[in-house]
């Protein structure tokens, strides 16, 4: 949660920023971009304004531009209006879009109603899009010649509006009439190819690779990854190019969604805002929710322990091996869980393949239930002629009892642990919903229910 400071404070930081921004920009004039950003995300808000307004325009650009620039909304805001309205303008089209989508009231309205109206309809485009879609994550400023132009044309071309393009990673070759997309020409083909020779005869055969403005960042990043590119043109459906997505971008929304699917492993919701920004109410809110399922989902345990209240009265020994039985279900489906999770995100596996899925868990989970159920009757062997602890004179049946249901559990676990994630998927949610304390509790539960009845069976007729 944000420090309160009263007036006087701020007071005091306001008269203390342009001594203060004049040192600091003199020492960050010389550093990289990346490096101005993370020191000024360390000042105040009101003198690291000043120090950008004290910097090169073109230094100002660039620091705005970092898609991990925490305080760029801020700043901007704090900036005169005409300031801001020329930054905007030389910003690229996705990261002003950005800027948009985080700032808050009433200050958006402001400021963008004194945008042009060319970057206003610019921005309005981008922000139409869902946000995790290619369309939210792309960039208007690409490079596109007609096809009847030639290397020589396009190099020329390059040259001449290079300083008003984010990157320049590849060429779109359109058609002179229809504009529809025709060939993605790298720049590395280009600087190699003859200066007379049509720009076609640089392309290489195949289609360009392309993607739908609402396709998921995931997908996008599957095909960037597959096909080894540097940037995939987002068209619409009659092939025009609405914009590009660029591998630097992708890799931002990549590192954040794995952030997002880590947090959800660990049974809550995502955060919006870096752990150390985000508000304490807000933080409770995301965590709050899932514990309260989980702890319900929990109190069936004890429902099920007093359903089997007789039993565990009669044969008390039964108590001691309850965690070790849980714990080992719980281990065993997250595991799955996790490995399905992750093979669909990369589409190693399909929905259609979960009775393959099943039939690898299957026998896997008897296995790797087998390896615990030995490992736990030699150790109550082990502690019984050791004489470490007496588990009475049918020690042997109880050692049974804990093998078997280690087998039975391990197996179960596996098996829905990995179906999970296919259920979900099914139903419309995401994968990682399925996380590994929920996976827990829901075994847990019946983890109980499973070694209990094992050891009615094994167990009738002596301690039961």
Not at 40 to 63: K, T
Not at 255 to 274: H, V
Not at 334 to 354: F, N, V
């Amino acid at each position: 949660m944000d420090e309160i400071r009263s007036p006087e404070d701020l007071d005091d930081v306001v008269a203390r920023a342009p001594a203060e921004a004049a040192a600091l920009a003199a020492e960050l004039v010389d550093e990289h971009p990346a490096d101005i950003a993370e020191a000024l995300d360390d000042e105040e808000p009101e003198v690291a304004s000043a120090v950008l307004a004290s910097l090169p325009r073109e230094q100002q650009v660039e620091v705005l531009d970092l898609p991990d620039f925490d305080l760029s909304s801020d700043l901007i805001e704090a900036l005169p209006v005409e300031e801001a309205v020329r930054l905007i303008g030389e910003m690229s089209a996705d990261r002003a879009a950005d800027l948009f989508r985080y700032m808050e009231e009433p200050a958006r309205s402001h400021l963008f109603a004194r945008l042009p109206a060319g970057t206003q309809a610019e921005l309005n485009r981008l922000l139409s899009y869902p946000e995790d879609t290619a369309g939210s994550l792309m960039t208007t400023e690409f490079v596109t010649v007609p096809s009847t132009w030639t290397v020589g044309e396009t190099l020329r071309h390059i040259r001449e509006i290079e300083r008003t393009r984010e990157t320049i990673y590849a060429i779109y070759v359109l058609d002179p009439l229809t504009h529809k997309l025709l060939k993605a020409v790298t720049l590395r083909r280009l600087i190699i190819g003859e200066p007379g020779q049509p720009i076609l005869s640089a392309a290489p055969k195949h289609d360009p690779i392309t993607v739908d403005p609402l396709m998921d960042r995931e997908e996008v990043a599957r095909l960037i990854s597959k096909y080894d590119l540097l940037a995939v043109p987002v068209v619409d459906e009659k092939e025009h190019v609405l914009g590009i997505v660029t591998v630097d971008d992708m890799i931002d929304a990549i590192i954040e969604e794995g952030t997002e699917d880590a947090q959800k492993f660990g049974g809550m919701e995502a955060l919006d805002e870096p752990y150390m920004e985000i508000g304490f109410l807000d933080m409770l809110k995301k965590r709050a929710g899932w514990l309260s399922i989980l702890f319900l989902g929990e109190m069936l345990t004890a429902s099920a322990m007093q359903h089997f209240e007789d039993e565990l009265e009669r044969a008390i020994v039964l108590t001691l091996f309850i965690p070790l039985i849980m714990s080992s279900g719980g281990n065993s489906g997250s595991q799955a869980t996790s490995l399905i999770i992750r093979a669909l995100a990369l589409h190693e596996i399909k929905l259609g393949d979960w009775w393959r899925v099943a039939l690898r868990e299957l026998p896997s989970g008897l296995v790797l239930g087998s390896i615990l159920g030995v490992l736990g009757m030699v150790r109550i062997t082990i502690w019984q002629l050791a004489g470490l602890h007496d588990y009475g004179e049918h020690w042997v049946l109880v050692a049974l009892t804990i093998g078997c249901a280690l087998v039975a559990i391990v197996t179960f676990g596996s098996l829905i642990g990995s179906m999970l994630p296919f259920v979900l998927r099914r139903c419309g949610f995401d994968p990682a919903s399925a996380s590994a304390p929920f996976v827990a509790t829901f075994i847990d539960v019946t983890g109980l229910v499973i070694y209990f009845s094992v050891a009615l069976v094994i167990l009738s007729g002596t301690l039961l």
